[in-house]
């Protein structure tokens, strides 16, 4: 009885079971954010600056990267960009090269490849100009409304070929100047307009054989005993004397200068790198003067390099070496962000891209370059290197690099050579006969790639064309 009356109780004081909750909605799950720098300045375009310095014919291998020592200043600025160890010119000169540089294009993409071109309607040779239908990046800065301004050193980079699109200023009154004469100016505009939203270009041919040496060349290397006086006259005689070499297609141009000479020419260079990099210095101090260095993205680069008898030749244009095709790159973000160096393989003609997925500005349509941000995050990005030479008309060459293989083809008379740049850097030993394979696989390579830009690679087999003799 007692039992029955506590088993009521309890019965009676217990609460009825709680309703069972609806499941809650799983919350989606956030992306990682990335542990690096973003390299995204879109939110603060309109406040950023864009400085492009050419310094025309700087070899990588003369810059602190490459493992020389006469850059003191731009290896002072490298510690605070982003720096490429691998890049690749499009094209060994400045006309076809720089051009690629401002449209994203290949040479024969963009389609100047020579300063002139035989006009079919009368027996002359015109200046070639950039087609209206090719956009530029500059000019889409300046449509995007950015200023757009640019001090050069005129010849190759002359506005007349196209170059000066969208620009309000564009100084190319000297041929060959360095930036001993257009930096000048250049600093001049930034304190009188430094509060503008501007894109400038500074261009200076200071290295170039076309450009003179402050000190007098036989004091720069006083052990020289030989007949060689450094003028910008003779450098221009040697070069052309090479290229009078160039006599059936297919031929490949010789110079004929000694060792001894060869290292006198090559000291020269390098007081001329010395000069160039002090004058970037003075450039680069009155930006950070004027409080630009950290509203500016700036980016250092050469368009070619210069070879010195490595393959028999002086001067640049007329060969695809590395010594003519590997440039200094450089891109400081604001505050030096996510300076290092990138070791992985790109194209000059992948900066500009660079710029304007940083800050958010849409590129024009047609571009073959890249943006490298992906690579500054840490992704995997395998890009394909190629380049291409229809100097003067002296020769029709294209090369493929495909990891650390590289073959250079002769559109004249399909010779093929094959180097290994990890064993051989400097491009001394042709691997093309022992190694059919890759050779095959290499030139199916250049051939797609022309392939791509509707260019008939057998245009040029056998054909014998009037040089281009003005320069």
Request: aromatic share 8%.
């Amino acid at each position: 009885m007692i039992l029955s009356l506590i088993v009521a109780l309890v019965a009676c004081g217990s609460e009825p079971a709680a309703p069972a909750k609806p499941e809650e909605a799983a919350k989606p799950v956030e992306a990682p954010k990335p542990a690096g720098p973003t390299f995204d300045y879109s939110a603060q375009a309109k406040d950023l600056n864009v400085i492009v310095i050419s310094m025309d014919a700087l070899r990588f291998d003369h810059t602190g990267l490459g493992g020389g020592t006469f850059t003191p200043n731009l290896d002072a600025f490298q510690k605070e960009a982003v720096a490429f160890s691998h890049d690749t010119s499009a094209a060994p000169w400045t006309v076809p090269s720089h051009m690629a540089i401002f449209t994203g294009r290949w040479p024969t993409h963009h389609g100047v490849v020579n300063k002139l071109r035989p006009d079919p309607n009368a027996k002359e040779l015109v200046d070639m100009k950039l087609a209206d239908d090719v956009p530029t990046f500059p000019d889409y800065l300046a449509k995007a409304g950015w200023t757009d301004v640019a001090f050069t050193g005129g010849a190759g980079v002359s506005g007349k070929f196209g170059y000066n699109r969208g620009f309000t200023t564009y100084l190319d009154d000297k041929k060959f100047a360095g930036l001993d004469y257009s930096s000048p100016p250049a600093m001049q505009w930034l304190t009188e307009h430094g509060s503008e939203h501007f894109f400038m270009f500074l261009h200076g041919y200071d290295v170039h054989g076309q450009h003179g040496v402050d000190k007098p060349p036989k004091e720069i290397d006083p052990t020289y005993a030989g007949k060689l006086d450094g003028s910008v006259e003779e450098q221009a005689k040697i070069r052309e004397a090479g290229l009078a070499t160039i006599v059936n297609p297919g031929d490949s141009p010789h110079a004929d200068v000694s060792p001894e000479d060869t290292k006198f020419l090559l000291e020269i260079y390098n007081e001329k790198v010395r000069e160039a990099d002090a004058r970037l210095g003075v450039f680069l101090a009155k930006v950070k003067e004027l409080g630009l260095m950290d509203k500016s993205i700036i980016v250092v680069l050469a368009d070619h390099g210069e070879e010195f008898m490595e393959h028999g030749y002086l001067d640049h244009g007329a060969t695809l070496c590395d010594h003519q095709l590997h440039v200094p790159l450089m891109i400081r973000f604001p505050k030096g962000e996510g300076a290092g160096v990138i070791d992985a393989p790109v194209r000059s003609i992948d900066m500009f891209p660079t710029v304007f997925e940083a800050l958010g500005v849409k590129p024009p349509e047609g571009a073959d370059g890249k943006s490298l941000l992906p690579l500054l995050r840490g992704e995997k990005e395998e890009l394909p290197i190629h380049a291409e030479s229809d100097y003067r008309l002296f020769v029709h060459l294209r090369a493929s690099r495909i990891g650390d293989k590289k073959l250079i083809l002769d559109l004249e008379d399909g010779q093929r050579s094959l180097y290994d740049l990890a064993a051989d850097p400097q491009e001394q030993t042709d691997l093309s006969a022992g190694d059919a394979r890759t050779t095959y696989e290499m030139e199916q390579d250049v051939r797609g790639w022309m392939g791509t830009m509707q260019s008939d690679p057998n245009q040029f087999l056998g054909v014998k064309e009037d040089h281009i003799k003005l320069f």
